[in-house]
């Protein structure tokens, strides 16, 4: 089945590590997304990539990295400069002259 | 002022009325708009998009469209229990090549009650 998956579902991290987010898509889809959710909130961008090494920052890109060696691949790492990031992260996916964004099941990062 | 704003709720209607959502944007050159789903601890599901004033209908869902008051809205006629989630209104700005790169509300909680 085509899809975006992102792993792990769940991630307990202790403050002050660096932890990466795994996002993987079978779409051939060319962008990739990074979410970011709160309680009650909407989403926010973190980073996105249109195509293959190279991406850009979205509106909230401080305390995080990606990379885009691969096309279906678009892992986020959460470093220690972020200053709250427990969060629900999504990672999507989009194709040109679709519209819309199109999302993975996400994980829940908690640090403590 | 918020780019995209909703009324956070909640919203509770009886199963079978017309539930209204309502979503406002400051970008007047907004292109596109869309309406997400999301039920609690899932990842936001699309359920319609639209890009030019009026109504645009698919099933029981009925976006509406109105660029001069900067303003979009979502119908769900005869309400399900199934219905009860959380919809993000997301706004694509003018200009955006990135076809996933959008701007969120925080989302109205929407609850049907049998």
């Known amino acids: 089945d085509g899809g975006i998956t992102q792993s792990p579902k769940y991630l307990f991290r202790k403050e002050g590590q660096n932890v990466t987010l795994s996002c993987e898509q079978n779409l051939n889809h060319d962008a990739m997304y990074w979410y970011r959710q709160d309680p009650g909130q909407g989403l926010r961008l973190i980073y996105y990539?249109?195509?293959?090494?190279?991406?850009q920052k979205g509106d909230i890109a401080e305390g995080y990295s990606v990379s885009r060696e691969k096309k279906e691949s678009f892992p986020l790492t959460v470093t220690s400069a972020q200053k709250n990031p427990t969060a629900f992260y999504l990672c999507a996916s989009s194709i040109p002259n679709r519209e819309g964004a199109f999302f993975g099941q996400g994980t829940r990062l908690t640090v403590v | 002022q918020k780019e995209v704003e909703q009324n956070s709720g909640p919203l509770s209607v009886p199963e079978g009325a017309i539930a209204s959502l309502n979503c406002t944007y400051s970008d007047r050159g907004s292109q596109s708009f869309f309406w997400y789903r999301q039920y609690s601890g899932k990842s936001p599901e699309l359920i319609m998009f639209i890009y030019s004033n009026g109504d645009k209908e698919d099933g029981r869902f009925t976006a509406q469209l109105n660029k001069a008051s900067q303003y979009v809205s979502l119908l769900i006629r005869d309400s399900q229990p199934s219905d009860s989630a959380t919809y993000l209104c997301a706004v694509k700005p003018l200009g955006g090549t990135s076809y996933g790169k959008l701007t969120f509300g925080q989302g109205t909680i929407l609850t049907v009650h049998p």
């Open positions: 990539s249109q195509i293959v090494n190279d991406f």
